[in-house]
Every structure is written in structure tokens, then in C-alpha cells.
């Protein structure tokens, strides 16, 4: 299990979460940005999706039939992409887990996708780690997407039922990130 630095990190989030008017029992926020957000994005982010597209597939066959999705997002948090079993998916929509919604830190507070993307630094959260109630049922590992010059680009993460938690998805969300990674890098 995790130790201090991810206890003090989950921390750390909860707070910021507190900070930005985030309260535990928000409910889901199914308010989609403006339309039209979801193809500027996915245009905007069209090389970090080509470079991913094919390695979140790879990642998707390694942990079909477990519950869960895999999700690309942008710098910004926004989900660009999923694909997951359809239980999963279900559940998933449920509390917005859907592309074009955002899950940042200052939309969802402590989650794995948000937090990630904050700290840029690969991580799971789970079950009760998530500040809002709405999405304690959830365990999440990701991982921030870092371009060939060093920025953060987006996000990899794998959600699932916080009862379907393994221990080893956290190290294979950052080998997927990396392969993303090394795939735009040879491509520059």
C-alpha cells in the first residue's frame, strides 16, 4: 500500500479540493462544456490522440473483462477518450466519467485524472481517497503524458470498481504513458 508521501499528497489535494468550493457531498455535474468543446479538443490534441489511440487499445486488452476503462485526457483534465466494459461504462456515466467532461482537480476535486495532472506525477486514488462521496466507489491509477519537450500533454488513467483494486495497474498505466511518450518522441 501506498505510503506517507501518497497519504500526505491525498492530503494536500483534499485541501486545494476544499479550496476551490468543492464540498464532499457535491453531487455528479453532468453540465457538459459548451457544445462543440469535445471535436475542438480532440482537434487540438489530435497528435497526443493519434500517439495514444493505439496504446490505450494495447492497455484496454490487458484489463477487459475486470470492470474498469481506460481514459485519455488533456493537460486541462478533459476526458478526450474511453473505452471499457460496458458494466463499467454504465457505471462510469453515472458520475460524468464520459468524454467532454472535465475531471480536474477544480471540477471533481481529489481524483486520480485531476490529481495527476496537478502534482504530474503518476498515482492511484482509492475508494474513500476521492473527496467527493459521489465517487468513492472508484479506484483510479494514472498518469500524466508528458510531449517530447517536457510539458505535460494529457493524462492516462484506468478507472474501476474500488473492489476490483490491483495493486499492479498503477505500473501498467505508466509503461502505457511511456510508450505514448516514446511514440512522439520518434515522431518529431
Avoid at 84 to 90: A, I, K, N, V, Y
Avoid at 93 to 111: C, I, Y
Avoid at 122 to 143: I, R
Wanted: charged share 20%; hydrophobic share 35%; aromatic share 6%.
Amino acid at each position: 500500500m501506498p505510503g506517507a508521501d501518497h497519504h500526505d499528497l491525498i492530503g494536500q489535494s483534499h485541501r486545494r479540493s476544499q479550496s476551490y468550493g468543492i464540498t464532499v457531498t457535491d453531487e455528479p455535474d453532468f453540465s457538459s462544456p459548451t457544445h462543440g468543446v469535445l471535436p475542438d479538443a480532440l482537434e487540438e490534441n489530435r497528435f497526443l490522440f493519434q500517439h495514444a489511440a493505439p496504446v490505450m487499445e494495447t492497455l484496454y486488452d490487458q484489463i477487459v473483462n475486470t470492470h474498469s476503462m481506460v481514459l485519455l485526457t488533456s493537460a486541462r483534465g478533459l476526458v478526450l477518450h474511453s473505452l471499457g466494459d460496458m458494466d463499467f461504462l454504465e457505471r462510469a456515466s453515472q458520475v460524468a466519467l464520459t468524454p467532454g467532461m472535465d475531471w480536474s482537480e477544480k471540477s471533481k476535486g481529489t481524483n486520480a485524472i485531476g490529481t495527476a495532472l496537478s502534482e504530474e506525477e503518476a498515482l492511484t486514488v482509492h475508494g474513500g481517497q476521492h473527496y467527493m462521496n459521489a465517487n468513492k466507489f472508484l479506484t483510479c491509477s494514472a498518469s500524466p503524458i508528458f510531449d517530447p519537450y517536457g510539458q505535460v500533454i494529457g493524462a492516462l488513467d484506468v478507472t474501476g470498481d474500488h473492489r476490483s483494486y490491483h495493486q499492479h495497474t498503477l505500473a501498467l498505466v505508466r509503461m502505457s504513458a511511456q510508450m505514448i511518450e516514446n511514440h512522439m518522441f520518434a515522431d518529431i
